[in-house]
C-alpha cells in the first residue's frame, strides 16, 4: 500500500476565457472557479487511489464540461475495479471500456450539439496496492521523476498505424472507433518517486530540463511543484496550464482489506453513476471478460451452501426466540403505561376534589 502526497494546481490561460483544463483531488474535482488559479493539496493512504488530469477544448460549457464527463467515468469504473480481477487485474479491458464509454458520452451529450470541435484529453494514474498504471489520451502527458531522473512516459507517435484514429475523447469524426491511447503501462513504485500528471498548457516553451531542476530543487515536494508552475507559467501563459503530482511517502506490503473496498464505496457514492442530460441514468457496467460462473456439480454440496443453511437456521431460531422476547417485553410496557395513566388520573381526581372543598370553605366564610 503506498502513501502518497499529492498537490495539484491549475492556471487559467491569458487568451482564454474559461479554465477548460481540470484535475482530481481526493473526492473532487477542481477547479471550482471557470478562470484564475487555485491549489489543492492532499496526503493519502488508501489501498486504492485514482489521479486524473483532463484538458478540454470547445469553448465553455463544452471543453470544460467533456473534462468532467471523463472524470466522472474514470471514477465509475475504478469503482468497478474487482470487475476487472480475474485475479490478475486486466488493465488492457479496463483501459479500453473507459476510453469507449467515455468517448460515446462526450459524443452523446456534447459534441452533437456543438457546432465546434468539442473533446478532451486525459491523463490517469491508477495506484492498486504497490503498483501504479497510467493511461494517457491526446495532449495530456505523464512523468515519472525517479533517482534524480525525469522520464516521459508518453509513447512517440506512430503515423503509419495510428494517423486513421482519433487522438482525443469526442472525435466526432470516428463515433464507431475509440480513441487510442498513446500510453498504457504498469510499473512498480518506489518510495520517492514522483509522478507528474500535465496539461499541454504547462509545457509550453516550458523545458524539460528547467521541469527537472525544479523537481530535484532542495525544498520541500509541494514548494518544488510550485516552482514548476511559476515557472511555466512565466515560460507561456497564453493557454491554460495545470500539473497534478504524486509523491511516494512509503510502501507497505499489506492485503487489501475491508478499509480498501470502504475507499471503493467512498469513490462509488463520491462519484456515482451520472444522470445524462436526457434525464436518463447512465451506469457503468464494464464488461467482465473470460469470467465464467462454475456450480458445483450435481449431488455435492458447496460450503458456501452449508454455512448458508446454518445460517439461515440461527437465523430463524434467533427470530423465534426475539419475538418472543419482544412480546413479552410489549406487554410489561403496557401494563407500566397503565398503572401511569390511573396514577395520573387518581392524582387528578384528588387535586379537583381538594380545590372543590377549598372553594366551599372561602365561600362559606364570606357568606357569613
Known amino acids: 500500500?503506498?502513501?502518497?502526497?499529492?498537490?495539484?494546481?491549475?492556471?487559467?490561460?491569458?487568451?482564454?476565457?474559461?479554465?477548460?483544463?481540470?484535475?482530481?483531488?481526493?473526492?473532487?474535482?477542481?477547479?471550482?472557479?471557470?478562470?484564475?488559479?487555485e491549489e489543492q493539496s492532499l496526503g493519502a493512504s488508501d489501498y486504492t487511489q485514482v489521479y486524473i488530469v483532463t484538458q478540454g477544448f470547445g469553448g465553455s460549457g463544452a471543453g470544460d464540461l467533456?473534462?468532467?464527463?471523463?472524470?466522472?467515468?474514470?471514477?465509475?469504473?475504478?469503482?468497478?475495479?474487482?470487475?476487472?480481477?480475474?485475479?490478475?487485474?486486466?488493465?488492457?479491458?479496463?483501459?479500453?471500456?473507459?476510453?469507449?464509454?467515455?468517448?460515446?458520452?462526450?459524443?452523446?451529450?456534447?459534441?452533437?450539439?456543438s457546432d465546434q470541435g468539442v473533446g478532451a484529453s486525459f491523463a490517469l494514474l491508477l495506484i492498486d496496492a504497490n503498483t501504479a498504471y497510467i493511461l494517457n489520451v491526446g495532449d495530456t502527458k505523464i512523468h515519472l521523476?525517479?533517482?534524480?531522473?525525469?522520464?516521459?512516459?508518453?509513447?512517440?507517435?506512430?503515423?503509419e498505424t495510428k494517423s486513421y484514429q482519433p487522438v482525443y475523447i469526442g472525435d466526432p469524426k470516428a463515433p464507431f472507433e475509440i480513441p487510442a491511447p498513446n500510453t498504457m503501462k504498469k510499473?512498480?513504485?518506489?518510495?520517492?518517486?514522483?509522478?507528474?500528471?500535465?496539461?499541454?498548457?504547462?509545457?509550453?516553451?516550458?523545458?524539460?530540463?528547467?521541469?527537472?531542476?525544479?523537481?530535484?530543487?532542495?525544498?520541500?515536494?509541494?514548494?518544488?511543484?510550485r516552482l514548476a508552475q511559476l515557472h511555466s507559467r512565466q515560460a507561456d501563459n497564453s493557454e491554460n496550464g495545470t500539473v497534478l503530482a504524486i509523491k511516494v511517502r512509503d510502501l507497505e506490503l499489506v492485503e487489501p482489506d475491508d478499509s480498501?473496498?470502504?475507499?471503493?464505496?467512498?469513490?462509488?457514492?463520491?462519484?456515482?453513476?451520472?444522470?445524462?442530460?436526457?434525464?436518463?441514468?447512465?451506469?457503468?457496467?464494464?464488461?467482465?471478460?473470460?469470467?465464467?460462473?462454475?456450480?458445483?456439480?450435481?449431488?455435492?454440496?458447496?460450503?458456501?451452501?452449508?454455512?448458508?443453511?446454518?445460517?439461515?437456521?440461527?437465523?430463524?431460531?434467533?427470530?423465534?426466540?426475539?419475538?418472543?422476547?419482544?412480546?413479552t417485553a410489549n406487554q410489561a410496557r403496557k401494563s407500566r403505561i397503565k398503572r401511569e395513566l390511573k396514577t395520573f388520573g387518581l392524582s387528578l381526581l384528588a387535586g379537583f376534589l381538594i380545590g372543590l372543598a377549598v372553594i366551599l370553605v372561602v365561600w362559606f366564610v364570606v357568606l357569613r
Open 66 to 113: 467533456a473534462g468532467r464527463i471523463i472524470q466522472r467515468v474514470s471514477k465509475d469504473f475504478v469503482a468497478k475495479l474487482d470487475d476487472y480481477k480475474y485475479p490478475e487485474f486486466d488493465f488492457n479491458s479496463f483501459s479500453s471500456e473507459l476510453i469507449e464509454e467515455a468517448h460515446l458520452r462526450v459524443l452523446d451529450q456534447i459534441a452533437q450539439r
Open 187 to 225: 510499473f512498480d513504485l518506489e518510495t520517492g518517486d514522483i509522478i507528474l500528471l500535465t496539461t499541454e498548457g504547462f509545457h509550453t516553451n516550458f523545458h524539460h530540463r528547467q521541469l527537472a531542476e525544479d523537481i530535484a530543487a532542495p525544498d520541500a515536494f509541494a514548494a518544488n511543484i
Open 1 to 37: 500500500m503506498a502513501r502518497t502526497m499529492v498537490i495539484g494546481l491549475t492556471e487559467s490561460g491569458a487568451s482564454t476565457k474559461v479554465n477548460e483544463d481540470s484535475f482530481s483531488c481526493g473526492d473532487r474535482v477542481y477547479p471550482d472557479m471557470i478562470t484564475g488559479s
Open 260 to 327: 480498501a473496498k470502504k475507499n471503493i464505496e467512498r469513490i462509488q457514492n463520491s462519484y456515482g453513476s451520472q444522470a445524462s442530460e436526457n434525464g436518463t441514468s447512465v451506469n457503468v457496467k464494464p464488461k467482465r471478460r473470460n469470467a465464467t460462473d462454475k456450480s458445483p456439480e450435481f449431488g455435492q454440496e458447496s460450503a458456501f451452501s452449508r454455512s448458508a443453511d446454518n445460517g439461515m437456521q440461527k437465523s430463524n431460531l434467533n427470530g423465534r426466540n426475539g419475538s418472543e422476547n419482544m412480546d
Open 145 to 159: 521523476y525517479r533517482d534524480n531522473e525525469l522520464y516521459s512516459l508518453i509513447d512517440p507517435y506512430d503515423a
